[in-house]
């Protein structure tokens, strides 16, 4: 458990390291000289970010391989049974793994690299083969990335619609919360005639059984506690606060199509160079990141977070990962774990996504930036078109799924409407021709 929370804190880390390099450089460059920022440097920053790529690492390739095999770990047959057999055997299975892991690696990185000293050193794992295979895994949390976030951005809008009071112009809640209330009194008063009549099974007046009544009961005070929240909130809230929430998710979503569109074609125009990152000190306070100055880098950091909670959502709305999704009470270790390495991926490639998008113009840092296939111009190309396409798919099908259902409805109704017809017609042809 004390694992995966700090997983849950690196992914975290992860996810929040644009914006806070992003709040670094405006806070820099709107106070170069003030005493209370002197700690706030480019150093710190770098560092922040290579302590990231390594506890990921960690988290990734060490410390949930442990917590998942010592779930699963009983200790060997014949030593004693203990925490310390289970602990045994756990670490000498994750050897065995690693050792898997690196000679797949090193295959992996001879067939595909040519360098030729990549293929000579095989212990040189810190170097090679873990960013090999962070660099791997980037890639997937991207791809996985551009399926999930575009059906985030349409699932977002019935999530949030269901979290903020709909507005009612032509409903009364005080009539509504008043007809609730007396048919909460008429249950509890067939409920107490059934217990004084002591006569088990049906019940007078509407032949409900006692177990029936229990349950409109239940369902009645629950739409009563509903109608009380609804009573509590301001008629201006409840009125303008749904309309503006979906105008605000609707316009940044807009927004981060616009952003999307703008950078392809700067790539493709020549305009704009490719994500691939500083591999030295980004120098922090020179300018800002956006032409807008401070507002445009809070509207990026806006952007980037609006993105992470997308595809989030819209990763446990896939069919295949539903299941994955944490019951509350009702969730098991391994399925604990599988939830921590899965916010690890996502919240490592989102700044790498964020870059390849042109959410922001922030340069990645460190290794988050030396990816090799970070400066294949096609690759780029590709991501940013899948991501706009899948978008505006998900938000057609979103809004318009409605009009087709009633327009194929429709239809359906009248090529059934024909069908009769000419059935009607035809067997009317074919029983006057049995008279003649």
Known sequence: LWLCTFTLAVSAGAALLLPISIVSNEVLLLYPKSYYVKWLNSSLIHGLWNHVFLFSNLTLFIFMPFGYLFTESEGFVGSRKGLLGRVYETIIILCLLTIVVIGLAWVATAMFNEDDHSKETLFD?????LPYLY???SFLGVIVLLLCTPNGFAILFTVIGQLVVKPQFLRDIEDDLYA??????????????GNHMHVPGKIANGHT???????????????????????????WRRNLGYPLVMLLLLVLT????????????????????LPVGAKETVVLGISSLSTLGSVGATLEIVLILYVMCASVVGFYSLPF???????????????????CVVLLVLSSALPILSRMLGLTNFNLIGNFGSMEWLGNLYIILACDALFAALTTLCLTDKFTVKVRTEIYNRFLMLFQRDSRRTWSFSSYINTGTKDE
């Open 180 to 193: 609730v209330q007396l048919q909460e009194e008429d249950i509890r008063r067939r409920i107490n005639l």
């Open 135 to 137: 660099s791997f895994i």
């Open 125 to 129: 794992v810190w170097n090679i083969y």
């Open 254 to 273: 807009v927004l981060c199509l616009l952003m999307v569109a703008h950078n392809f074609f700067e790539l493709l125009v020549g305009i704009k160079a």
């Open 321 to 339: 990962f539903k299941r994955l999704r944490p019951v509350p009470h009702d969730t098991s270790m391994v399925k604990i774990i599988g939830n």
């Open 209 to 235: 059984s006692p177990d029936l009544l229990q349950q409109q009961l239940l369902d009645v005070q629950n739409t009563i506690s509903v109608l009380e929240k609804k009573k509590k909130v301001s008629p």
